[in-house]
Antibody, heavy 118, light 109 residues
Framework: QVQLVESGGGVVQPGRSLRLSCVVSGFSFSNYAMNWVRQAPGKGLEWVAVVSDDGSNTYYADSVKGRFSISRDKSKNTLYLQMYSLRAEDTALYFC???????????WGQGTLVTVSS | EIVLTQSPATLSLSPGERATLSCRASQSVNNYLAWYQQKPGQAPRLLIYDASVRATGIPARFSGSGSETDFTLTISSLEPEDFAVYYCQQRTNWPPEFTFGPGTKVDIK
C-alpha cells in the first residue's frame, strides 16, 4: 500500500535551518509530482511547495520563496524540504503529499512537527 | 491570488441529518476544486476532486457540485465518523499553485 513517512522535524531557533525528509513506498515515486503542505497548530492547511516528477521543476508559495528548497532523490524514494532562515510563523506540522494525475493531493503522510522558537 | 471562502465556519448537526457545506472562490477556478476531510490528529483525506468526482473509496453519501466560483459539498446522511473539518482546495495549472479554504467544522449537535 501507499505510504509516506516524514521525519526531520524538531525545535529550532529563529534564523536556523532544518531539512525534512519523506520516504515513500507502494508506488512508483518517479511517476508523480510531490508536494509539501503545512498546518500551523490549530489552523488550516497551507500549500508550501511542489516538485515535478523528474525533479526538474519546482514552485513555492510566496511565504517560503527564497527560503525553502524542495528536492527529490529517486534512488532513495525520498522527498526533501530544506528550510533556511526559519521564522516563528514557519511553526507547523509539515505533510508530504503525492499529487495525483488530476493535480490534487491523493495521499498524505502523518506529518512532522517543526517548532521555531528561541 | 485566488481566495477561497468557506461557510459556515461551524455546522452543528445530528447523525442522519444532511450536511451542506459551501466554498466560494474570489474568481473562477473552472471546476478545479477539491474537498478534503480531516479528523483530529490525522492527515487530510481527499474526498472529491474536479468539483464532483468522488475519490477512490469514498462513500456515495459524499457528493460535490458547482462550477466557476460556487461549490457545495453535501453529505446526504451524516454517519458518526463524518464529524470532522472539511477543506476545499483549488489548483491552477500554470504556474502550479494550490490554495485551501479556511475549513468548515462539522460537529455533533
Amino acid at each position: 500500500q501507499v505510504q509516506l513517512v516524514e521525519s526531520g522535524g524538531g525545535v529550532v531557533q529563529p534564523g536556523r535551518s532544518l531539512r525534512l525528509s519523506c520516504v515513500v513506498s507502494g508506488f512508483s515515486f518517479s511517476n508523480y509530482a510531490m508536494n509539501w503542505v503545512r498546518q500551523a497548530p490549530g489552523k488550516g492547511l497551507e500549500w508550501v511547495a511542489v516538485v515535478s516528477d523528474d525533479g526538474s521543476n519546482t514552485y513555492y508559495a510566496d511565504s517560503v520563496k527564497g527560503r525553502f528548497s524542495i528536492s527529490r532523490d529517486k534512488s532513495k524514494n525520498t522527498l526533501y524540504l530544506q528550510m533556511y532562515s526559519l521564522r516563528a510563523e514557519d511553526t507547523a506540522l509539515y505533510f508530504c503529499t503525492r499529487q495525483s494525475e488530476f493535480y490534487y493531493f491523493d495521499y498524505w503522510g502523518q506529518g512532522t512537527l517543526v517548532t521555531v522558537s528561541s | 491570488e485566488i481566495v477561497l471562502t468557506q461557510s459556515p465556519a461551524t455546522l452543528s448537526l445530528s447523525p442522519g441529518e444532511r450536511a451542506t457545506l459551501s466554498c466560494r472562490a474570489s474568481q473562477s477556478v473552472n471546476n478545479y476544486l477539491a474537498w478534503y476531510q480531516q479528523k483530529p490528529g490525522q492527515a487530510p483525506r481527499l474526498l472529491i476532486y474536479d468539483a464532483s468526482v468522488r475519490a477512490t473509496g469514498i462513500p456515495a453519501r459524499f457528493s460535490g457540485s458547482g462550477s466557476e466560483t460556487d461549490f457545495t459539498l453535501t453529505i446526504s446522511s451524516l454517519e458518526p465518523e463524518d464529524f470532522a473539518v472539511y477543506y476545499c482546495q483549488q489548483r491552477t495549472n500554470w504556474p502550479p499553485e494550490f490554495t485551501f479554504g479556511p475549513g468548515t467544522k462539522v460537529d455533533i449537535k
